[in-house]
């Protein structure tokens, strides 16, 4: 099984994952890893270097952060590319985390799940636009 990390500002791993596990239940081979207004950057690479080693025995990683960038982006780039077998992946949603949380159980192409990660989380992304539907009240032709 291929592992995963979420992570990001405050606490948005820890959140999204609530949120997961009331919709799929308790995931396995999976570890949020918050970054508090008190950690510092070494606290984040401490964190995301233990979540990384946990799942040492998994195919590979993914990690899911918030913001392209950001210290957990970043942080866990520097950690994880030396790997070789860790995928960052930013702008996470919790539709992007179902999605590939579920089929990350059948794939072992971390790669290819980390491409699979970015179309979910666009396809998730949309706006509803309100549409009138007309009504035809003639009923002169009959029922």
């Known amino acids: ?3 995963l990390i979420v992570t990001g500002h405050g606490h948005f791993a820890s959140g999204l994952t609530t949120s997961l596990n009331l919709i799929a239940g308790d995931a396995k081979d999976y570890v949020a890893v918050d970054f508090e207004a008190t950690d510092s950057t070494d606290d984040l690479a401490k964190k995301l270097t233990d979540a990384m080693d946990s799942l040492k025995d998994c195919e590979g990683i993914i990690v899911l952060s918030d913001l392209a960038g950001g210290s957990p982006f970043k942080t866990a780039v520097e950690i994880g590319f030396p790997r070789g077998n860790v995928e960052v992946v930013a702008g996470t949603n919790l539709g992007m985390l179902v999605e590939i949380n579920l089929t990350r159980t059948f794939s072992e192409d971390v790669h290819a799940l980390a491409e699979s990660a ?6 998730q992304v949309m706006r509803y636009v309100f549409q009138h539907i007309q009504q035809n009240d003639d009923l002169s032709d009959g029922i």
């Open 1 to 3: 099984m291929i592992g």
């Open 118 to 123: 970015c179309n979910v989380g666009k396809d």
